[in-house]
C-alpha cells in the first residue's frame, strides 16, 4: 500500500463519532443533529422526474465529456449567474461527478513531482479536509493559511513566504467559505491573481455554496478575473447541484475555466473512469435551467436564520455569515478553547451534536484557527433547527 495513506488523518465525523462515544443523552429528547452539512431540504420534483424520463439512459456507457446539452446547459447558467461572456462548451466546461470527486482527483492531474521534489499546495485553515487529502495523496505538502476573525476569515496571502510560493502549485479557495461563510472581495482576488502571475500556480476555487446567500450572490472566481480584464488562464472554478438544488445524491457538478488545464484534466479523468451516467446528467440539464427552485431554497435558509441567529447571538459569540448554511460560533468562556469538550457536554445534556471547530482546521503558525469554536449546519427543517437553537442557548445560559 501506498505510504502516503498513513499521512492522511481521521475524517472530522470519524473524530466525532469518537468523542460521543459512550456518552448518554437524556433520551426523552428528540436528537438534532446540526453536525453534518448535509442538505435536508426536499429535493425538486422537476429532478426527480427527469430521472425517470431518462430511465434509458442506464443502457449506455457515458461520455466522460458528458453531453453537449449538459455542457451548454452549464455554460449558459455561468453567464447568467455571473455576467460573464458565455463559456465555450467544448473547451471551458467538464462535468463531473460532484465537487468532491473533482477537489481531489484535479489535485492528482495538476502536482509535477518532477518540477518540485515537494510541492506545496496552498489551502485556507480552516478546510474541507479532501483539500488536504488531495494534496497529500498527490505527493504534495499541504501549507495552511489560517482564516481568523481579525482579517474576516479570509486568508493573508501576502504572509507566505516566498520560498513556499516558489513550490506552490496548486491554491485552494472556498468563498463562501467552508465553515466560516465568508465570501471572497474583488481586491482579495486582484491580490490572488497577481501572485498566480509572478509564480505559475493554479487557483483551484471551490464554490459549491455559491447560490445560498443572504444579501448578494457572492462572488466568483470566473467573474472575478472578468472584472479584472483577465481570461481564464490558471483559474477554474468547481460548483455542484448538491447544495443549490438539496441534490447531494445525484453526484453531479462541473470544473470550469481555463481551457488549457481542463484538457489535460479531461485527458485524466479518460482514465479515471469517472464519467456521469446518461439519466444524472438528463436531470442535471433540468436543474441548472431551473432558478426557481433555487430562489425558494435561499428563502427557507434566509428564513431559517433570521429566527435562529437572535437565539443564539446572546449565548454565544456568532453572526450571520456572508452565505452558505453554517454558523461559526465561539464557544462559552468557562470552556476556553475546548470546543471538543462543549461539543460532548451539548450532546449529553441537550441531546444536540455540532461539530468541534478544531477538528476541521489543524494547527498552523502557533495555532489551530478552529479550536474555540464549532460549526452549526442549519440543513434540517426550520422546527428542529430552532429546536437546537433554543437547546444550545438554554444551556449556555
Known amino acids: 500500500m501506498s505510504p502516503l495513506l498513513d499521512k492522511l ?116 485553515n480552516p478546510f474541507y479536509q479532501i483539500y488536504e487529502g488531495a494534496a497529500i495523496l498527490a505527493g504534495a505538502g499541504p501549507y495552511y493559511l489560517n482564516c481568523l476573525e481579525s482579517s474576516a476569515f479570509q486568508p493573508d496571502w501576502r504572509s507566505v513566504p516566498t520560498e513556499v510560493w516558489q513550490r506552490t502549485q496548486v491554491v485552494f479557495v472556498c468563498s463562501p467559505g467552508n465553515p466560516t461563510g465568508a465570501v471572497m472581495s474583488l481586491d482579495d482576488w486582484r491580490t490572488l491573481f497577481a501572485l498566480s502571475d509572478q509564480y505559475g500556480f493554479v487557483i483551484a476555487s471551490d464554490e459549491c455554496y455559491s447560490e445560498i446567500w443572504f444579501e448578494a450572490p457572492p462572488l466568483g472566481g470566473l467573474e472575478a478575473a472578468h472584472k479584472l480584464g483577465r481570461d481564464y488562464t490558471r483559474i477554474v472554478s468547481f460548483s455542484s447541484l448538491s447544495k443549490r438544488s438539496n441534490a447531494p445524491g445525484l453526484r453531479s457538478g462541473f470544473v470550469a475555466g481555463d481551457p ?4 489535460k484534466y479531461l485527458l485524466y479523468r479518460t482514465y479515471h473512469g469517472s464519467a456521469m451516467s446518461a439519466t444524472i446528467q438528463a436531470a442535471s440539464v433540468a436543474a441548472w435551467r431551473d432558478e426557481a427552485h433555487v430562489a425558494e431554497n435561499r428563502a427557507i435558509y434566509r428564513a431559517k436564520f433570521d429566527q435562529i441567529v437572535p437565539i443564539l447571538s446572546g449565548p454565544l459569540r456568532v453572526q450571520r455569515p456572508d452565505a452558505a448554511f453554517y454558523l461559526w460560533a465561539q464557544v462559552p468562556e468557562r470552556y476556553g478553547r475546548d470546543d471538543a469538550a462543549f461539543v460532548r457536554d451539548l450532546y449529553t445534556q441537550c441531546h444536540v451534536t455540532a461539530l468541534p471547530g478544531s477538528y476541521l482546521a489543524r494547527t498552523a503558525h502557533g495555532t489551530n484557527p478552529g479550536a474555540g469554536r464549532i460549526r452549526l449546519a442549519l440543513v434540517a427543517g426550520l422546527d428542529d433547527c430552532l429546536t437546537g437553537a433554543q437547546r444550545i442557548a438554554e444551556f449556555v445560559g
Do not use: C
Open 9 to 124: 488523518q481521521p475524517y472530522p465525523f470519524q473524530r466525532l463519532r469518537e468523542l460521543l462515544a459512550g456518552a448518554k443523552p437524556d433520551s426523552q429528547l428528540p436528537h438534532v443533529d446540526l453536525s453534518i452539512g448535509e442538505p435536508k431540504h426536499p429535493t425538486p420534483a422537476l429532478i426527480k422526474d427527469a430521472i425517470v424520463a431518462n430511465f434509458d439512459g442506464l443502457a449506455q456507457y457515458p461520455a466522460t465529456l458528458g453531453s453537449i446539452a449538459l455542457r451548454e446547459a452549464i455554460a449558459d447558467w455561468i453567464a447568467n449567474r455571473y455576467g460573464v461572456p458565455r463559456p465555450d462548451p467544448a473547451r471551458e466546461i467538464l462535468p463531473v461527478n460532484g465537487s468532491r470527486e473533482a477537489l481531489f482527483s484535479f489535485v492528482q492531474a495538476v502536482i509535477d513531482t518532477a518540477v518540485v521534489e515537494q510541492p506545496i499546495v496552498i489551502s485556507p
Open 260 to 263: 488549457a488545464i481542463l484538457a
